[in-house]
């Protein structure tokens, strides 16, 4: 399905030890964690809180065990009135980082007025107006020809509670943005989640994605968090998202729609979860095991 040295296999710290709540794996050591993912086989990382702020350190610290930074997330706020040279700065520092890493890709998601982090149920979202969504726009054309003159990408990550959550909103941002300089990271769980298709998303928008974020979904726990209107955090911490293979999403046509349009670059299992309840070494091999079942790679 795909070529030997087309794809990379990358794992998000996120299992180990979750930035947005502390109390989920806050006792796991940053050696731990990479210790884990070039044991379960990956070879690449995303960046956590937890991670040496200086490269030369970190690079260090992942070469001995034979992996390199993939990707990491940064927060936009164009949304939000006054704070574009805020953000840019913020960015110009981050894909600076990245760059001394090695890495190619900056993973950006506009969390101006966003709910990711709040208490509120996560479909209840404020209503942005035409005027934020040319600012977010502008703003990410901006940053992203930063990226292109670093020889870098900006990969937009849909997000839930984020101002770009649904298919729809994805249309919107592709449409108003250059495709030149805003690509498009494409994350199954999130899909699944918002109640979208990652396979039509992935077909769509194949020559812009750039980044691949491979999670599954507990139907089970979507139910409750619907039902019970949960925030996001509260149903991340109620398990709703797991590894590929084992939740309900079919990943072999999004794998085979990425084989088709020549898709090169990072493959990134990144499942948050209760690390007390979903131990993180077991479910890294067991997302290694299914990729190399459900890919060849």
């Known amino acids: 399905m795909f070529s030997k040295d087309q794809i990379k ?13 502390p109390e989920l794996g806050g006792h796991i050591p940053f050696e731990q964690c990479i210790d884990e993912m070039a044991e379960a086989g990956f ?38 009135e006054g704070r574009e040279e805020e953000t840019v700065q913020a ?10 890493m090695g890495a190619k890709v900056i993973n950006l998601c506009e969390c101006g007025h966003c ?17 934020q969504w040319q600012a977010t726009a502008s703003g990410l054309n901006r940053i992203g020809k930063l990226a292109r003159e670093n020889g870098m990408y900006i990969a937009y990550h849909h997000h839930m509670g984020t101002m770009i959550q649904s298919a729809a909103e994805i249309d919107r941002l592709m449409e108003m943005t250059n495709p030149d300089f805003v690509h498009l990271l494409i994350d199954t769980g999130h899909a699944f989640y918002a109640g979208d298709d990652a396979l039509a998303i992935t077909k769509k928008y194949a020559s812009r994605i750039r980044n691949v974020h491979l999670k599954d979904i507990r139907q089970n726990v979507l ?37 088709e349009s020549n898709y090169q670059g990072w493959f990134v299992v990144e499942a948050e979860q209760d ?23």
């Open 275 to 297: 690390p007390e309840k979903a131990n993180p070494l077991e479910y890294a091999k067991m997302a290694r095991k299914f990729i190399l079942q459900h890919t060849g790679i």
């Open 43 to 80: 070879s690449g990382s995303e960046i956590g809180n937890k991670y040496p702020q200086d490269p030369a350190v970190l690079k260090a610290a992942l070469g001995k065990r034979g992996l390199q930074i993939s990707s990491a997330w940064f927060s936009s706020f164009f949304s939000e």
């Open 223 to 259: 139910d409750k968090v619907h039902q019970q209107k949960m925030s996001f955090l509260d149903s991340v911490k109620a398990g709703v998202f797991t590894v590929p293979g084992d939740g309900v999403i079919n990943f072999d046509p999004v794998f085979q729609a990425l084989a």
């Open 91 to 100: 960015f110009v520092e981050k894909m600076n980082f990245l760059k001394a």
């Open 115 to 131: 709910v990711q982090g709040s208490p509120k149920y996560v479909f209840e979202r404020p209503s942005y107006s035409d005027q």
């Open 9 to 21: 296999l990358a794992i998000a710290p996120i299992a180990w030890t979750n930035d947005d709540l």
